[in-house]
Each structure stands twice: as C-alpha cells, then as structure tokens.
C-alpha cells in the first residue's frame, strides 16, 4: 500500500516551457488535491476533484490545468511556467469531504528559471 | 473571505515545557478542524482533527466558536515533537492552511 505517489520529485523548467506532474492514490479515495507552498505562506489549494471525471478550482488556480480521468490519478498540467511557480506541489487525497482526514504525497520541487 | 491565521512563525520552548500553538480562524459558515504535522523529512500527516475529540502523541486542541480560535495545547513538551504545524480548517471542501508555526524544542 503506497498510498499518495507523486512524480516527478524533483524538476528544473525554463520559462514557457511546459510539464505535468502526477498524482496517484492506491486507497479508492474520491477526493484529490493539489496544492502548492510557498514560504512564510503555508498551504494553498489550487484545483481539486471531488470524483472521476470532475475538477474544480480552488485558491489559486490561474496558470494550472489539472485531468481527473481515473479515479487513482489526478494530473496537474503548467502549459506555460513562469518563475512565480517555483515552488513545492503536494498532492492528497481523502475518503471523503469535510470529516476526512488528508492523505499526503511526499511533494515535488519544481523550479523555473 | 476564508482566512485562517498563525501568529507565531516561530515557537521555541525548553523540554518539559508547556507549549501552545495559536490558530485563529475566519469562515462562513462552521468548518470542520484540522491541525497537520510535518516532521523533518517525512510528508505532512493529521495529527488530530476536531470532530474526534482526541488526544495524540499528548496534544489537545480545544474549538472556541465565541473567538473562532482552535489552539493546539501539549502540557509537556518534548524533543520529538519539533516539527512544522498547520492548522486546517475545511468547509464545503475548500481547506485553507496556516501559514505554519515551526515548534523547536529544547534540551
């Protein structure tokens, strides 16, 4: 049981250039989510899926696309980095909504120059 | 707007002190509580919500709806519990965190 897996741990990018990191959970939760953090600012949510198939937009969702075709998966897309999104992705996932606990990816670190 | 605030960035208390981590919180409607624990190099992990009245590894929180408050309390602290916190509040799937308090504690 790996529980929340993120790849990739560790990205290096140049401005304009694009990727996707992914998101996959091993424990049939239905909600994901993905967050970045940034220094001094702790956690904040940028989309988030509630089930397969459905994406929704949390804090700070401009720049960022995120897919939720399968269930375990959850994808988020930078089409075109920019230096502001610098900074550490977490991945989590929950049972459920409000009285679920989140379940933790170790982050990725992704740096645009 | 959701906002959850933690006043101290930095918390440093000696070993068999009491310690409290603030956490103050505004939001329409009554969220549900969390705090969050990440310990050094190991991903972020519930250390205890609100909903399940519990004590873990010695920490309470106790919910203040009068002052919209959730303040994470341990009588005596130890050296394993240095760490970064996060309290969470979540409403209607939408779950703000705190800007984070660094608990170091002393020998």
């Known amino acids: 049981n790996a529980g929340v897996t993120q790849t990739p741990k560790f990205r290096v990018l140049k401005t304009g250039q694009s990727m996707t990191l992914l998101c996959a959970q091993d424990?049939?939760?239905?909600?994901m989510y993905w967050y970045r953090q940034d220094p001094g600012m702790g956690l904040r949510l940028i989309h988030y899926s509630v089930g397969e198939g459905t994406t929704a937009k949390g804090e700070v969702p401009d720049g960022y696309n995120v897919s939720r075709l399968k269930k375990q998966n959850f994808l988020l897309g930078l089409e075109s980095a920019a230096p502001s999104q610098t900074s550490v992705y977490f991945c989590?996932?929950?049972?459920?909504?409000?009285?679920?606990?989140?379940?933790f990816g170790n982050g990725t670190r992704l740096t645009v120059t | 707007a959701q906002r959850v605030t933690q006043p101290e960035k930095l918390l440093s208390v000696f070993k068999g002190a009491p310690v409290e981590l603030k956490c103050n919180y505004s939001y329409s409607g009554s969220p549900e509580l969390f705090w969050y624990v990440q310990y050094s190099r190991q991903r972020l992990q519930l250390l205890l919500r609100h909903i399940s009245r519990e004590s873990i590894k010695g920490f309470t929180a106790d919910l203040n709806k009068g002052e919209t408050s959730f303040h994470l309390k341990k009588p005596f602290a130890q050296e394993e519990d240095s760490a970064m916190y996060y309290c969470a509040p979540i409403h209607n799937n939408d779950m703000r965190f705190g800007a984070g308090t660094r608990l170091t504690v002393k020998p």
């Open positions: 424990m049939n939760h239905e909600y």
């Open positions: 989590a996932s929950s049972y459920s909504g409000e009285n679920s606990p989140l379940h």
